[in-house]
C-alpha cells in the first residue's frame, strides 16, 4: 500500500454540493479516507427557494453508483421531473408574460430546450435536414416539434415515464436542494461512517510550504487532514479566501448578479404538474419556474446595474399575479464567473465555490458532478503531483468555457431589444470560442460534432465520463438558435449531393411524428406519475 496516501480529508460546506461530494468520495475511495464534514449552521437552514433543476446525467453518474434506487431518492428529495426548458417569449418585446405572445409569422413565442436526444441520421445530427427542408419550403415546423418526441408531450403536461417506471424518454428532474442536502447528510453518515462536525470557520493553519495543514472553528475545532475539499459556495473560503486565488467575474458578460426569489403554493390537482423548467423573458431580466410538489420556486435574475430590487420584485409579481406585500422574496446575490485555478496545493474547490453561470440551463448540476468525476480520476497521494492539478485545472477550464459560450449564447441571439438589458446582451463581445461556433452554425456545419445516439448515453462508464466533458452538442445549439429564430445562411452544401440520405430523414421524420402521436395516447400525466410515486 502506498504509505504516501491520503488519509483524511476534510469538506468545507455542508448543503447539497458538500452532501453529494462526500456521498461520492465515500462510495468511490472505498473507504480508505477518513472523511470530515466542516458544516456551518447556516447550511441546514432551508433557503426561501430551494427548488433547483438538474441534467440527465444525474441518477447515471451520481445516485447510481451510490446504488440509490431512483424512486427512493425521488421521494426523499421532493423530485420531480423536468424534460425540457420551455423559453417563452425571448423574441418578442412587452411586459413580463407566463403566456407566449404571438411571433409575426403567427405561431407562438416559445420554444422547448428538450432533455431528449437528437437523432443522427447516416452521420449527421437531424438538425441538418430540417434546416434543408425549411429552407426548401417543405416544412413550416419549429425545429423542436420537428427533430424531437417530447414537445406535444410537454405541452399535454404529460410524464416521461409509464407508471410503473419504464421511461419513454430522456429526462432530469427538479428538486428541493435542502431536502437532498438533509437526504444525503442521513445516508452517508450511516453508509460511510463521515464525521460532521458543526461550526464556524475561523482560520487555517499552514505549513512551511504553504499547504494546508488544518481548519480552526470560532467554536474551538481543529481539524487537520492532508486534503481539503471547498464546497463553501459563492464565498470560496480557502480557495479564494485563505489561499487568495483569483476570481474572474463574469456578470458583466452574462448579465447576472442577483436574483430576487420566492416560493408559491400550487394547486397541483387543478392545474398540473409542468414537466419542465420554465424560463420567462422580462424587460429587465428573465425569470424562472421550477415546479415542486405543492408549490413552485421562482426567482427574478437580473444584473444589478440595470436593475433595482424593487424593479425586479414588481416584475416577478407581475408575472405570477403576486401579492407584492404578502408575498415572502428573499435576495440571492450570485457570484457569476470562475475562480482561476480550482486545485491549488492541497485545496481543491467544487461546486460554486469553482465557478457558476448563473441559473440558466442547470450548469450547476452539470459541473458539480462532471467535477466529482474528475476529482476522483485525478485523485492525488500526499506528494501532490503538480500534472495532477494541471490536468484537473485544464479540464476544469474547457468545461467552464464550453458552458460559458452556451449560456451567453442565450442572451446574444434573442432578438429582443426593446430595454437596457436585452440591448446590453448584445453589445458584449463574443468569446472566440462561441464566434466559432456561430460561424459554424450560420454555415449549416455542425457546431460541436459528437455522437448523439443512445449508446453515447447508455452505454459504457467511458461513455458518460464523455457526456460530462462535452454535453453542449449540436442538438442543444440547435435548439436554443433555431428557438431565438437565429438561422444557418443555407442548407449545408453536401445533402445536396445525398439524396438516399435525405429520403432517409424523411422517413424519420415521419418516424417521429408516429412516436409522438403513440405516447400523446399511453403516457400518463406528470401528476399523475408523481402521485403515483409518492402515494402508491
Known amino acids: 500500500m502506498n504509505s504516501r496516501r491520503i488519509r483524511k480529508a476534510v469538506i468545507l460546506g455542508g448543503g447539497a454540493e458538500g452532501w453529494m461530494t462526500a456521498a461520492h468520495l465515500g462510495k468511490a475511495l472505498q473507504g480508505t479516507v477518513d472523511l470530515t464534514v466542516l458544516e456551518s449552521p447556516h447550511d441546514t437552514a432551508p433557503p426561501i427557494a430551494s427548488g433547483v433543476g438538474t441534467l440527465p446525467h444525474l441518477h447515471r453518474c451520481f445516485f447510481d453508483p451510490l446504488g440509490i434506487n431512483e424512486d427512493e431518492w425521488m421521494r426523499e428529495c421532493g423530485a420531480g421531473f423536468k424534460t425540457a426548458v420551455r423559453f417563452v417569449n425571448w423574441r418578442t418585446e412587452g411586459p413580463g408574460s407566463a403566456e407566449p405572445r404571438q411571433l409575426p409569422t403567427g405561431s407562438s413565442d416559445h420554444f422547448y430546450h428538450s432533455t431528449g436526444l437528437l437523432p443522427d441520421c447516416e452521420g449527421l445530427p437531424l438538425s441538418h435536414y430540417w434546416f434543408k427542408r425549411k429552407h426548401e419550403g417543405r416544412t413550416q415546423d419549429p425545429f423542436d416539434y420537428a427533430c424531437f418526441r ?3 408531450l410537454l405541452d399535454a403536461k404529460l410524464a416521461p415515464r409509464w407508471l410503473d417506471g419504464r421511461a419513454a424518454t430522456r429526462y432530469a428532474w427538479h428538486l428541493d436542494a435542502a431536502l437532498l442536502a438533509d437526504y444525503l447528510r442521513r445516508f452517508t453518515t450511516a453508509k460511510h461512517d463521515t464525521h460532521v462536525v458543526v461550526g464556524e470557520l475561523a482560520g487555517a493553519d499552514r505549513d512551511e510550504h504553504g499547504r494546508l495543514t488544518a481548519l480552526r472553528t470560532t467554536e474551538g475545532h481543529v481539524l487537520d ?6 464546497c463553501s459556495g459563492y464565498e470560496g473560503a480557502l480557495i479564494n479566501g485563505v489561499l487568495a486565488e483569483p476570481f474572474e467575474d ?19 390537482r387543478a392545474e398540473g404538474v409542468d414537466p419542465y423548467t420554465s424560463a420567462v423573458a422580462v424587460p429587465s431580466g428573465w425569470a424562472w419556474k421550477i415546479p415542486l410538489r405543492g408549490s413552485f420556486s421562482t426567482g427574478h435574475v437580473h444584473h444589478s446595474s440595470l436593475t433595482t430590487e424593487d424593479e425586479a420584485r414588481a416584475e416577478l409579481s407581475t408575472l405570477w399575479g403576486l401579492d407584492a406585500e404578502r408575498t415572502a422574496f428573499d435576495t440571492l446575490d450570485l457570484r457569476v464567473g470562475r475562480t482561476r485555478r480550482t486545485w491549488v496545493d492541497n485545496v481543491i474547490a467544487v461546486g460554486r465555490s469553482a465557478g457558476s453561470l448563473g441559473p440558466l440551463q442547470s450548469t450547476g448540476s452539470h ?15 500526499r506528494d501532490f503531483d503538480p500534472a495532477l492539478a494541471d490536468s484537473y485545472n485544464r479540464e476544469t477550464d474547457e468545461i467552464f468555457a464550453d458552458s460559458r459560450d452556451f449560456v451567453q449564447a442565450h442572451l446574444a441571439f434573442a432578438p429582443r431589444t426593446d430595454t437596457a438589458f ?6 458584449r463581445e463574443l468569446p472566440a470560442g462561441l464566434r466559432r461556433k456561430a460561424d459554424a452554425y450560420r454555415a449549416a456545419l455542425p457546431v460541436n460534432p459528437v455522437a448523439t ?20 452538442t449540436d442538438g442543444h445549439y440547435y435548439s ?3 428557438g431565438l429564430g437565429t438561422e444557418p445562411r443555407t442548407a449545408l452544401p453536401v445533402l445536396a449531393h445525398r439524396p438516399e440520405s435525405v429520403a432517409a430523414a424523411d422517413q424519420l421524420f415521419t418516424a417521429i411524428e408516429r412516436q409522438q402521436r403513440n405516447l400523446l395516447d399511453t403516457l400518463p400525466t406528470a401528476y399523475d406519475c408523481l402521485r403515483n410515486l409518492y402515494e402508491g
Open 150 to 152: 417530447e414537445p406535444p
Open 225 to 230: 487532514a492532508d486534503l481539503f475539499i471547498d
Open 250 to 268: 463574469l456578470s458583466g458578460e452574462l448579465l447576472c448578479d442577483r436574483a430576487v426569489v420566492a416560493r408559491i403554493p400550487h394547486n397541483d
Open 367 to 381: 459541473f458539480l458532478v462532471a467535477a466529482l468525476h474528475r476529482l476522483v480520476t485525478h485523485f492525488p497521494d
Open 422 to 427: 436585452w440591448r446590453a446582451g448584445k453589445e
Open 453 to 472: 445516439d443512445e449508446a453515447a448515453y447508455y452505454g459504457s462508464h467511458g461513455n458518460a465520463e464523455a457526456e460530462l466533458h462535452n454535453i453542449w
Open 480 to 482: 436554443v438558435l433555431a
